[in-house]
């Protein structure tokens, strides 16, 4: 700093600058010697060293320092807490009654303290010719106010000699060269990769981790702690919904101890929802046969196992729901087989057997293709083939062949003479199908249906009201969840699919559905809304 007068050093504070200035010292070497050279002024209780790689931003700890004792240092993404923070803003961190400033805490560093430190300096080491943040040399306590100006104005001056010497690694393509290459080419692979991992040791700490296990595992945890065997007490506490992981974790880590794996440990968490986690651990050796550590593959399967269900539950609606048509297919073929075989059919009794035969063989297609499309929407896949449409006359058409379905319903159709647009007619026919069937399937006393069809703003609302057995308040928000039926509704035939499968649709067209009830007996109203494609956005056909 210009004007203002370095620090008092000790004479050996010297000798030490002079052996930071070797470039052939390897990085632990460098480490060692920083901490020897702070330890001389300063209350080194914690200290560590950490080189950043601005390409994969990712932070290498070399080494930590703990009340006197050396251990293992790790590696994580660019995050937000202080060493992070001081990488991003080249700014050094200054504390001096820590628990009381409040300062972010993500990662933490093996220690046998419980609490943070109250005193801590963090300094960047900023490249003189690169002017790239290359690191830090952070130095901590447990006292407070501990550390002056003075202390700072040190660090930043052991900061500025680390930086010439990394400098120099990296323009002669020496260790820290091949060492930035190496994690740079590892951590582009880890950082691709949408499920966690993180590397331990032959002591089962953690190494290593990339952006997605950090991800995942920070909101079950305070703190992510480096350096220390994950099966012992942590240093920062799993939440409550954290703590199965943990217990998992622990048992992974004993297991890559002796040289062995676990395939795909499920657990449940309810942290912000519901999600299931899959572990997986697979050991390293190394040269000699040893166990020396392992990967840990943690992966998000809460989709999957719910499309798991999906497909146990449609499987078990197939079972149930064919049998019945079917069943009525085959008693009446083998009636009307019967009669042929007595030579005793009535044109009647043949008339109606084969009406039978036709009606349950209608009902199991529409079952089939219920599943089908149900399956569809699980694996995101509605296709639309959009079209020049008249949604209005589509409406009218529809609503005229549905009153042949129920003299006790009579329906009233409200719509201007053209809505034209962009849209797949097979599917808003689907749609629409399904809404005035189930205004009449649940109104079981009759009533009328009127559809009203609307243009507002570029949009529009297509809207099916009832006068039938109508929604509870809580029902009204779920009618269109798989299989849900409302409580009233459960009496009388259905699958409790056809909406899930028509809000799919309408959001396949850009648009939304909703449901409104006055409550029990008042009816209900189902609506819809769609943009207006232009006409002239639908693809020429060859």
Not at 121 to 126: A, F, G, H, K, L
Request: charged letters at 20%; hydrophobic letters at 40%.
């Amino acid at each position: 700093m210009n004007g203002v007068p370095s620090p008092p050093r000790h004479d050996s504070l010297c000798v030490y600058m002079e052996q930071i200035a070797d470039p052939s010292l390897d990085p632990v070497d460098l480490f060692r010697v920083l901490y020897r050279a702070t330890s001389t002024a300063l209350d080194t209780s914690g200290f560590y060293l950490g080189l950043y790689d601005v390409r994969s931003q990712m932070i290498e700890i070399v080494r930590q320092m703990e009340s006197g004792t050396e251990l293992a240092g790790g590696a994580f993404p660019l995050g937000q807490g202080i060493t992070s923070h001081v990488i991003r803003t080249r700014e050094p961190f200054f504390a001096t009654r820590w628990s009381q400033q409040g300062y972010p805490v993500q990662l933490q560093y093996a220690t046998s303290h419980s609490q943070l430190p109250e005193s801590a300096i963090t300094v960047p080491i900023i490249g003189p010719v690169s002017d790239e943040v290359l690191g830090v040399i952070a130095v901590q306590s447990y006292a407070p106010d501990v550390y002056e100006t003075s202390d700072l104005r040190l660090l930043q001056e052991l900061a500025a000699a680390t930086a010439r010497v990394i400098e120099t690694w990296r323009r002669r393509d020496r260790a820290l060269t091949e060492m930035t290459r190496r994690s740079a080419e590892l951590e582009a692979i880890l950082a691709s990769l949408s499920e966690g991992l993180m590397i331990t040791d032959a002591n089962g700490a953690i190494v290593r981790l990339n952006a997605a296990a950090r991800t995942l595992l920070a909101p079950l945890s305070e703190t992510i702690v480096l350096g220390q065997p994950l099966d012992s007490e942590p240093a920062g506490d799993w939440s409550v919904q954290g703590k199965p992981i943990a217990a998992a974790l622990a048992e992974l880590v004993g297991l890559l101890r002796h040289g062995q794996g676990r395939q795909n440990v499920e657990l449940d968490l309810w942290h912000a929802g519901h999600r299931t986690i899959s572990l997986s651990a697979s050991p390293l050796h190394s040269s000699s046969g040893e166990p020396a550590g392992g990967v840990i593959v943690i992966r998000d399967v809460t989709e999957q196992r719910a499309l798991d269900r999906l497909k146990a539950r449609v499987l078990q609606i197939a079972s149930h729901d064919l049998q019945t048509p079917l069943t009525v297919v085959k008693g009446r073929a083998q009636w009307l087989q019967r009669r042929l075989t007595q030579e005793s059919v009535d044109p009647d009794w043949l008339r109606d057997g084969l009406t039978a035969i036709v009606a349950q063989t209608d009902r199991v297609s529409q079952m089939l293709r219920l599943l089908l499309d149900v399956s569809l929407v699980e694996g995101g896949r509605i296709d639309l083939h959009r079209s020049p449409t008249n949604l209005a006359a589509l409406v009218r058409e529809v609503a005229e062949e549905a009153k042949f379905l129920s003299e006790a319903h009579p329906i009233h159709v409200d719509a201007p003479e053209t809505v034209e647009g962009a849209w797949d007619p097979a599917r808003l026919r689907q749609v629409l199908q399904n809404m005035i069937k189930n205004a009449i399937k649940y109104s079981p006393e009759g009533g009328r249906v009127d559809i009203r069809v609307g243009v507002s703003n570029g949009q529009v609302k297509v809207a099916v009201r009832d006068r039938g057995i109508g929604l509870l308040p809580d029902e009204v928000s779920r009618v269109f969840e798989q299989f849900y039926r409302a409580a009233a509704a459960r009496r009388l035939e259905g699958s409790g699919l056809g909406l899930y499968i028509c809000q799919a649709i309408v959001a396949a067209h850009g648009g939304h559905v909703w449901a409104t009830s006055a409550g029990p007996g008042k009816g209900t109203t189902f609506s819809f809304v769609l943009p207006i494609e232009p006409v002239a956005s639908v693809p020429e056909r060859s």
